[in-house]
């Protein structure tokens, strides 16, 4: 799942191996494209949401917790130098067309700037996860996904797209991430639009898949998982927004 934002010194793919790994974890797959509530009571996410970060990471992890806000359960996300994803583990072939939420960010990380690795760190994000076959994958790529995938004992996928909430950036960017090509970022929400109010979203992913993928390929690849997550390792910044609602049909 995401070859990602990489940041390991040995490959450029180093947090693709970490949402890789969380893919692969033994927390009870989902055996439908249907996602799971976080959690119908208490505060603790519950399978098959389950925290990833990096390998070997020894910075903060981002803070998931379950609460009542507003009326509704939802996913509070806090950022602080950390780095962590709250991930499904997904096995959906045929993929699924749409994927829906409400989010809301109440404190902004202003030092945030996705165009550089300084820099690159989201307030908020929901990523959708693609098994893009590696043959897809422009050449230099695929060989320096093949040598991280050598490395590792579960499979590294080779596209994910990231729709974020941004503090700068204006509505309807689309960019790559300064650590790999391999994740593609789509700016939904920017500046002071709609903070601490919710927002509703409904994206069509197979559309943005292609949109941001569709150079490398015209088949749209399973579908092998969905992130919640909020960093702000890169800038030592703060951050805190809240996710509810998702929808997977």
């Not at 995938?149 to 960017?173: E, K, Q």
Request: aromatic fraction near 8%; proline fraction near 7%.
């Amino acid at each position: 799942m995401f070859h990602a934002l990489t940041r390991s010194p040995h490959f450029p793919t180093g947090a693709a191996l970490a949402l890789a790994l969380a893919l692969a974890a033994p927390v009870g797959h989902a055996a439908s494209s249907q996602l799971q509530a976080f959690a119908d009571s208490g505060n603790v996410p519950l399978a098959p949401w389950h925290v990833m970060g990096l390998p070997h990471q020894h910075k903060p992890f981002t803070r998931f917790a379950v609460l009542d806000l507003d009326g509704r359960r939802a996913l509070r996300v806090e950022a602080e130098s950390s780095y962590g994803l709250l991930v499904h583990t997904l096995h959906a072939d045929p993929a699924p067309q749409t994927l829906s939420w409400r989010w809301r960010v109440d404190e902004p990380n202003l030092a945030v700037d996705l165009r550089s690795r300084q820099g690159e760190d989201s307030a908020l994000k929901v990523c959708v996860l693609w098994d893009m076959p590696i043959e897809r994958v422009p050449f230099l790529e695929r060989q320096v996904l093949r040598v991280a995938r050598g490395t590792s004992d579960v499979p590294l996928p080779a596209a994910s797209v990231c729709y974020v909430w941004d503090a700068h950036l204006p509505v309807g960017t689309q960019l790559e991430s300064p650590f790999t090509h391999r994740l593609r970022f789509i700016v939904l929400r920017s500046g002071d639009d709609s903070l601490q109010h919710w927002v509703s979203e409904r994206r069509d992913i197979a559309a943005d898949f292609f949109a941001l993928f569709g150079a490398e390929t015209d088949t749209l690849p399973p579908l092998i998982g969905v992130a919640v997550g909020a960093d702000a390792d890169n800038t030592h910044g703060h951050s805190l927004g809240w996710v509810a609602e998702m929808v997977l049909d």
